[in-house]
């Protein structure tokens, strides 16, 4: 089962900037948290992870509550190609890999 | 840009038939994975490996099986297909070793069995 609990969809207009929330409330201390994305017809592509904090790539931003208990993902100026499945994924990878646990995630819309 | 590369895209057959997808890595990751995503898009991990070990997940019937000649090639055996074996079907990749770390999909092996 899922570690996680996201909201099932959202919507938003091109230029607006996009916050997916997701619930990890029994996360463990050795556990990160993952963020992937999936278009039809694609497999899932990574976007971000963290631990704690906040962490910053060029894609996207990731808010992490002082608890660890709550994670928020942040989309700046989605596009329509920012249309797609959002999965929030808590893991602890460990030696030889760990398989992902993939809820249901976050289905966003995006309108022009 | 892909590296993670899976043939064929789309494979139609029946009930009984013997199929078997390929995945393939260019990224010299140590571990490889098989997920399965269903009508509902729920997707659900197959098998994990790496040249050390074989994790298959319990729910996996045993018509399944995986098959690696090296550590960038992880193919997919279905040995009887059945209909509720339709379904997509992605093979990833990873360096497997670290804590920190991304897994790369491919794009799917979409299966449809008649």
């Known amino acids: 089962l899922a570690k996680t609990t996201q909201p099932p969809s959202m919507e938003a207009y091109e230029g607006q900037e996009v916050n997916v929330s997701c619930s990890h409330t029994?996360?463990?201390?050795?556990?990160?948290i993952y963020w992937y994305r999936q278009v039809p017809h694609q497999g899932p592509q990574f976007i971000i992870q963290g631990y704690k904090d906040y962490v910053v790539n060029e894609v996207a931003s990731l808010f992490i509550s002082a608890d660890r208990k709550l994670s928020t993902l942040s989309l700046p100026w989605v596009s329509l190609r920012d249309a797609a499945v959002y999965y929030c994924?808590?893991?602890?990878?460990?030696?030889?890999?760990?398989?992902?646990?993939f809820g249901t995630g976050t289905t966003v819309s995006v309108s022009p | 840009e892909t590296a993670v590369f899976q043939t064929p895209n789309y494979h139609v057959t029946q009930v009984g038939n013997e199929v078997s997808f390929n995945c393939k890595q260019t990224?010299?990751?140590?571990?490889m994975y098989w997920y399965k995503q269903d009508s509902k898009k729920l997707l659900k991990i197959m098998f994990s490996y790496n040249n050390k070990q074989l994790i298959v997940n319990e729910t996996v019937p045993r018509r399944f099986s995986p098959q690696s000649s090296d550590k960038a090639h992880l193919n997919l055996r279905i040995k009887s297909v059945e209909p509720e074996d339709s379904a997509v079907y992605l093979c990833?990749?990873?360096?497997?070793?670290?804590?920190?770390?991304?897994?790369?999909f491919g794009p799917g092996t979409r299966l449809l069995v008649l």
């Open positions: 994924i808590v893991t602890d990878m460990g030696q030889g890999g760990r398989a992902l646990i």
């Open positions: 990833a990749s990873s360096t497997g070793g670290a804590r920190q770390d991304t897994q790369y």
């Open positions: 029994n996360i463990a201390t050795s556990e990160y």
């Open positions: 990224l010299g990751h140590d571990t």
